[in-house]
């Protein structure tokens, strides 16, 4: 096929994702998602085609910033950035105008600005060290071991087996091993250095004599020259006036290297070839135990231990936890206190002569040597260990809940001394039932590092939400409204993720009913091995291009039972409260008194207390006494244009009404926005709830609930601390003035809220 001839298809690939963004081809709703994917195969197979892909990436860019066509510009800006970090050669001029492109849309708000300076940094680099995109990512995403670039990712894929069924979690797991079968590392170190002497030398470079010679060599030499590649592109990274010629020179002395210490075959450049980029390190799992996730994350974090003192080091870090946690600390359990050892290491501190210094079987010499006494590891002072839990928040600062502000991206600015070595991708899997677990691990999660700093200075966790929904829908107390409104009822927040962001409608949310579809399938994978796992491929894209969080508060709850000796309940939601009054029967004598004619109102007397929410921020205490059968209080706003963060809560009031045929009762919705509420029943009849839409997690014979904002652990902890010493003062002081007050759980979608 001819350039003009490609040229033309790539061009017709990309006009159709631009119509798809645009809502059009409504009839072709179930192949939505496919045609990013379908295009990025179309290069994978032919890399020569590369450059006319980013070229005309590029022109439909500027015609976007030029024209009424921004939402265009993030879409097209992700796919040529996974274009460029996959292509085995682009000129230099390609590059200057894509930079330039991103320099333009610093001047435009968030997130626009957000991701044009990061794609800025990136292709500084690239230009300045060819294929340093595409070695970072193997390296740190296949846990490749570099002392110059120390990084490790990995991708957490959890499943809920009450979620989804036996069928659709086999798919999952066998495309996930399908995917990584023929990805080794010896593989993966040979892709590393493949690409980088290809990138810097061009069609100078023999790419399939290269392979060929490093497949044949020993796993030892094959490690020797992949650090010496590493080597050669971080030292010109690091350099300031890195110069591209003196690059190539580098990479051109290890090329001649490799070839001279093996004898080439006859075959002579062909021009660019690509050299595959492997799908991350993806880990499959079903969400069995509720400490799951943080075992999963301590396993990834904590490096294996071979030696005795190593082990006994684990050990000791297990049982330190910080102290100073006070009492009263409502989100914290208090922590034991542990003993400080009184030795000082200094040798007249030593004990008296005939003391036994070591156990029993040390040497004489072994004794006659300066010895320290066991005691437990430092901690960090507490200004440190806040710093360190500040920064991991996603929170907006102090500011309170409720006021208008932004929900994407956080405000937060990355402290320098706080370079994380881990990347954890959490990907979930499932509807609004899963999110509420997710919310649940996150904020025990949050709880235990605020006792023990342990992750957080090492780990930077991600979240991501795949939406998938199989049959019908699956509701606490299903009724015929939720019934009409179909199965995207249990995935309201990918809903609203779609809306607010456009890309993520594409790529993530069709997988919602396509992976139940292709789960009945019979899979390709198991009789091609070489076919594109195209779940995986969808998940790799979005976990590396999905880079802007959008932010939701998470919502405690705090339950009181009938029973007085039951224990009260604390418990926290993401998505959506729901409670119905419990069908309750009066006593046989109270049964006896009443008339025939007496019609008793459905439901029961409730006092509710809260604080209304003002576009004005002002406090506005609001206490009413209804009756009514049932409310839901919904967290997730119905329009991505809706930036208010607060719960709006449907209660269904009875009201009395007089007819012709007598009295009777009707139902009138009473909508409430608020930030926090309180519910009480007045009858001995009490009410039942269900958290975030999943049966297991149903209260009944409840009597009262509190709702409100979940606070930050460490927030809990510094404002503490601070009203030991300030008791009368009842506002924010000191460290907790700065620190984020409420706990918001960041989803990664590819450009947070477009607004």
């Not at 996959?86 to 590059?95: G, N, Q, R, T, V």
Request: hydrophobic share 35%; proline share 6%; aromatic share 8%.
């Amino acid at each position: 096929m001819e350039n003009t001839e490609v040229e033309s298809d790539i061009l017709r690939s990309v006009r159709a994702l631009l119509r798809e963004l645009d809502g059009h081809h409504r009839a072709f709703q179930s192949e939505r998602g496919m045609l990013r994917w379908t295009l990025h195969k179309k290069i994978d197979r032919s890399p020569l085609n590369s450059a006319i892909l980013v070229k005309i990436l590029v022109k439909e860019l500027e015609r976007a910033e030029r024209g009424d066509f921004r939402h265009y510009i993030i879409p097209l800006l992700h796919t040529l950035m996974y274009t460029l970090i996959k292509a085995p050669c682009i000129s230099d001029d390609l590059y200057e105008r894509v930079y330039d492109f991103c320099k333009k849309l610093l001047t435009l708000p968030k997130p626009f600005c957000s991701i044009g300076l990061d794609y800025a940094f990136r292709l500084k680099a690239e230009r300045t060290a060819p294929g340093v995109l595409y070695q970072r990512m193997v390296i740190s995403e296949q846990s490749l071991k570099s002392d110059l670039y120390p990084y490790q990712e990995r991708v957490f894929m959890f499943a809920d087996p009450e979620v989804l069924s036996k069928t659709v979690c086999n798919a999952l797991l066998s495309e996930t091993k399908a995917a990584q079968m023929h990805q080794s590392r010896r593989s993966c170190l040979c892709y590393v250095i493949t690409r980088a002497v290809q990138a810097a030398l061009g069609e100078d470079c023999d790419v399939e004599s290269l392979q060929r010679i490093l497949q044949s060599k020993a796993t030892a030499e094959l490690e020797h020259w992949f650090q010496q590649v590493v080597a050669a592109m971080e030292c010109t990274g690091c350099e300031v006036n890195a110069d591209r010629i003196r690059h190539a020179e580098r990479l051109e002395k290890i090329y001649s290297l490799v070839l001279s210490s093996s004898v080439a075959g006859s075959s002579s450049p062909e021009g660019p070839q690509g050299t595959p980029l492997p799908n991350p390190n993806i880990s499959f799992h079903l969400w069995t135990e509720e400490e799951q996730l943080w075992k999963e994350l301590v396993q990834f974090v904590r490096p294996l231990s071979h030696t005795w003192e190593q082990d006994r080091l684990s050990q000791e870090l297990d049982s330190f936890e910080i102290q100073d946690m006070a009492p009263d600390c409502d989100c914290c359990e208090q922590t034991r206190f542990s003993v400080l050892s009184t030795d000082s290491g200094i040798e007249r501190d030593l004990p008296a002569a005939g003391e036994e210094l070591l156990p029993p079987g040390g040497s004489e010499v072994e004794q006659a040597k300066l010895q320290r006494k066991g005691g437990i590891k430092k901690r960090a002072s507490p200004l440190e260990s806040m710093a360190f839990l500040q920064n991991s928040c996603n929170g907006l600062g102090a500011k309170q809940p409720g006021k208008l502000h932004r929900k994407s991206g956080s405000n937060l600015v990355p402290m320098p001394h706080l370079c994380r070595l881990y990347t954890a991708r959490v990907v979930v899997l499932g509807d609004d039932r899963v999110l509420g677990r997710l919310a649940q691990a996150y904020y025990s999660l949050r709880k235990r590092e605020t006792r023990r700093v342990f992750l957080t200075p090492k780990l930077n966790l991600q979240f991501y939400y795949v939406p998938v929904v199989e049959g019908r829908p699956c509701t606490s107390w299903p009724s015929e409204e939720q019934t009409a409104a179909g199965q995207m009822e249990l995935c309201e927040l990918a809903v609203y993720l779609g809306k607010a962001d456009p890309w993520y409608e594409s790529n993530v949310n069709t997988l919602c009913h396509m992976i139940p579809k292709l789960a009945t399938m019979p899979s390709s994978l198991s009789t091609h091995p070489t076919a594109d796992p195209f779940i995986m491929d969808v998940i790799a894209y979005y976990v590396r291009m999905g880079i802007q969080p959008v932010c939701f508060q998470v919502y405690a709850v705090k339950i009181l039972f009938s029973n007085p000796a039951q224990e009260p309940a604390e418990d926290v939601f993401l998505t959506e409260l729901s409670a119905k009054v419990q069908d309750g029967k009066a006593p046989k004598d109270q049964v006896q008194t009443k008339k025939k004619t007496t019609l008793e109102a459905p439901g029961a007397d409730l006092a509710v207390t809260y604080r209304k929410v003002l576009l004005s921020d002002r406090k506005k205490e609001v206490d009413v006494l209804l009756r009514s059968a049932g409310l839901v209080m919904k967290a997730i706003p119905a329009s991505e244009a809706e930036d208010l963060m607060c719960l709006n809560v449907n209660i269904a009031e009875v009201i009395k009404t007089s007819n012709l045929s007598g009295r009777s009762f009707s139902t009138v919705p009473n909508k409430i926005r608020t930030h926090d509420i309180k519910i009480q029943s007045m009858e001995r009849r009490t009410f039942s709830l269900c958290l975030d839409k999943d049966v297991r997690r149903t209260y009944t014979n409840v009597v009262s609930v509190d709702v409100s904002p979940c606070l930050e652990p460490s927030y809990c902890l510094q404002k503490t601390r601070t009203m030991r010493f300030n008791q009368h003062e009842t506002g924010d002081m000191g460290l907790a003035k700065y620190m984020p007050k409420s706990l918001l759980l960041p989803i990664n979608t590819f450009a947070g809220i477009i607004q």
